[in-house]
């Protein structure tokens, strides 16, 4: 039966493409935002702001599934705690998580585990997603962009290794855990087919543009300063720092079979990914 999907982040990496997959399969989007704009189609704006929790039951209702993310914000467990409770009280049926890969590995004052643990306990069966390193980061994250762009793809994840995963698989997997019975209560670590250094990737990505990209491992302290001289906030700086400290002690090396399994086709490969987007690089 078509259901009702709250998507928080629509305009994101992963969120706009679980619109477009749930829109194609005849289900009903709400797409929460501060300011939200006119229905089209299957797609309806919703006001939706973390600061204020009197929007959340309006969101809500109706809804039978809810597509999130963990904002990094100072109030972030308290938010996301009093979404859940809403979400129980307006009948949701599922909330589907996007977390990291390594969240789980990560101190327990980390923002993401603390979010985990929320959603493991909460009032509303809940499927976790851990996706690895997007491979769309080659080709939509702004600064990654430009240092292909330039020939240096820089950033401080030493010489660990992940297993790059397309965002388009990702979105398959959310679209089926928020559609499909049999997902509550799981957790899916979602990979790409291959293991692979930054090095690796960036030398994927040259010959794909057909232009010398090389990789170069930034320090850490030299990578948060960057954030905060940029105007990152110090909590947002301080995640992605621990979330590259994870990918240089290999916690993102691991592949799956968990895209396989619940989209039944294989991932796509960080090659394949490259070949695509090669059009952007040159």
């Keep these: 039966m078509p259901a009702t999907v709250l998507v ?15 829109a194609e399969r005849g289900h009903a989007i709400r797409t929460a935002s501060r300011n939200p704009g006119s229905r089209q189609g299957p797609v309806t704006p919703v006001r939706f702001d973390w600061n204020d929790p009197a929007t959340y039951p309006p969101a809500l209702d109706g809804v039978d599934a809810v597509y999130q993310w963990f904002p990094i914000r100072p109030d972030a467990a308290t938010e996301v705690a009093a979404l859940l409770d809403d979400a129980k009280a307006a009948g949701v049926r599922r909330v589907v998580h996007l977390s990291t890969a390594t969240a789980h590995l990560s101190g327990e004052d980390y923002p993401m585990q603390e979010a985990e643990r929320l959603l493991e306990t909460g009032p509303v069966p809940s499927t976790i997603l851990r996706p690895n390193v997007f491979a769309e980061n080659f080709s939509e ?5 430009q240092g292909i762009r330039t020939g240096v793809v820089a950033v401080p994840a030493g010489d660990g290794r992940v297993a790059p995963i397309s965002v388009e698989d990702i979105a398959a997997v959310a679209a089926a855990a928020l559609t499909e019975d ?12 291959d293991s692979l250094s930054f090095s690796d990737m960036a030398a994927i ?10 990789y170069r491992a930034m320090d850490p302290a030299e990578f948060r300063e960057a954030m905060l001289g940029g105007g990152i906030p110090g909590q947002v700086a301080d995640f992605y720092a621990a ?3 994870g990918i ?11 895209v396989q ?3 039944g086709r294989p991932p796509v490969s960080f090659a394949a990914y490259a070949r695509a987007a090669a059009a952007l690089w040159r």
């Design 8 to 22: 928080l982040g629509a305009t994101g990496r992963t969120g706009r493409r679980v619109v477009s997959l749930l």
């Design 141 to 145: 994250h702004p600064a990654i962009l």
């Design 182 to 193: 049999g997902h509550e209560h799981k957790t899916y670590s979602l990979t790409g087919p």
């Design 205 to 214: 990505v040259g010959a794909a543009a057909g232009k010398p990209v090389r």
């Design 243 to 245: 979330m590259y400290e």
């Design 248 to 258: 240089r002690n290999d916690r993102a090396a691991e592949v799956t079979d968990d």
């Design 261 to 263: 399994r619940i989209t």
